[in-house]
């Protein structure tokens, strides 16, 4: 199948996700997600973009990036090649694994107003308490939200420092609808509705979907796996639909 031509970004900045191959982890301790934050300080500053935040989850990276020619710096593919050439390398060496660590090529979208470049941001600070690990985007240690409150470091925060100010912190914390602002970047994804979702669970499993959550562990866990793995699902939906958590459900997902 011919690849789609990504969309050239006007303001140079993106928002692109990294995922593991078969959704297996790309981070198994602090060790490796240090590596990966090493990383990126040192690809930022040989490829000089800008990185305006990222995010780093059990099994997939988000990164807000800038390329463009007034700073001089290298294209989107040469600075994400740069990045998973480098992590590729260290976890297959640390693991003794050979082959692809992650899915495809990455994904990318255009981020080209300042609305919804604050947006991206936010939602990218909120992964960790979209899926339960957190009850707030400052208790995540491995994120960019300490950098804008803390020091910046290698992350560029005067974009958003410059539009937020103070209230940088009540908008990153404000979750409402900050899942559904924000663009799929996978170019064919599309969501279930519940009552779609709910016949689809039950037509897989072959039980009604109000019991998943008082089936034994084994039996629950291995539901939950089939569950995630239907295209067109969210975890918030999962969630609301078996009334058992976010965060477990994106911890059976991923394992």
Same mark, same amino acid.
């Given at each position: 199948?011919?690849?789609?031509?990504?969309?050239?970004?006007?303001?140079?900045?993106?928002?692109?996700?990294?995922?593991?191959?078969?959704?297996?982890?790309?981070?198994?301790?602090?060790?490796?997600?240090?590596?990966?934050?090493?990383?990126?300080?040192?690809?930022?500053?040989?490829?000089?973009?800008?990185?305006?935040?990222?995010?780093?989850?059990?099994?997939?990276?988000?990164?807000?990036?800038?390329?463009?020619?007034?700073?001089?710096?290298?294209?989107?593919?040469?600075?994400?090649?740069?990045?998973?050439?480098?992590?590729?390398?260290?976890?297959?060496?640390?693991?003794?694994?050979?082959?692809?660590?992650?899915?495809?090529?990455?994904?990318?979208?255009?981020?080209?107003?300042?609305?919804?470049?604050?947006?991206?941001?936010?939602?990218?600070?909120?992964?960790?308490?979209?899926?339960?690990?957190?009850?707030?985007?400052?208790?995540?240690?491995?994120?960019?939200?300490?950098?804008?409150?803390?020091?910046?470091?290698?992350?560029?925060?005067?974009?958003?420092?410059?539009?937020?100010? !103070?209230?940088?912190?009540?908008?990153? %914390?404000?979750?409402?609808?900050?899942?559904?602002? @924000?663009?799929? *970047? $996978?170019? =064919?994804?599309?969501?279930?509705?519940?009552? !779609?979702?709910?016949?689809?669970?039950? %037509?897989?499993?072959?039980?009604?979907?109000?019991? @998943?959550?008082? *089936? $034994?562990? =084994?039996?629950?866990?291995?539901?939950?796996?089939?569950?995630?793995?239907?295209?067109?699902?969210?975890?918030?939906?999962?969630?609301?639909?078996?009334?058992?958590?976010?965060?477990?459900?994106?911890?059976?997902?991923?394992?």
């Amino acid at each position: 199948m011919a690849r789609h031509a990504r969309k050239q970004s006007n303001s140079g900045i993106y928002h692109v996700m990294l995922r593991g191959i078969n959704r297996q982890n790309l981070f198994n301790n602090d060790d490796d997600l240090h590596k990966m934050i090493s990383i990126l300080s040192e690809c930022t500053e040989i490829s000089k973009v800008r990185l305006h935040g990222y995010c780093l989850m059990t099994n997939h990276v988000h990164i807000l990036v800038q390329t463009g020619e007034i700073f001089d710096s290298e294209t989107l593919p040469q600075f994400m090649k740069r990045i998973t050439i480098r992590y590729a390398m260290y976890y297959n060496n640390k693991y003794s694994r050979i082959g692809s660590l992650f899915q495809d090529r990455y994904r990318s979208e255009a981020v080209e107003t300042d609305a919804y470049y604050l947006a991206v941001l936010r939602y990218i600070h909120q992964n960790p308490v979209k899926a339960g690990i957190t009850k707030t985007p400052s208790e995540y240690l491995w994120s960019s939200y300490g950098n804008y409150v803390g020091k910046p470091d290698f992350v560029y925060t005067d974009m958003a420092d410059s539009m937020l100010g !103070e209230a940088f912190k009540s908008y990153m %914390e404000d979750a409402e609808d900050v899942e559904t602002q @924000i663009i799929g *970047l $996978d170019e =064919e994804i599309y969501r279930l509705t519940d009552v !779609e979702l709910s016949n689809a669970i039950e %037509e897989a499993l072959k039980l009604p979907v109000s019991i @998943i959550a008082s *089936l $034994d562990r =084994e039996a629950r866990n291995n539901a939950l796996r089939l569950i995630t793995e239907i295209k067109g699902s969210t975890y918030r939906q999962i969630s609301r639909l078996t009334g058992l958590s976010i965060g477990l459900i994106s911890t059976i997902s991923s394992m």
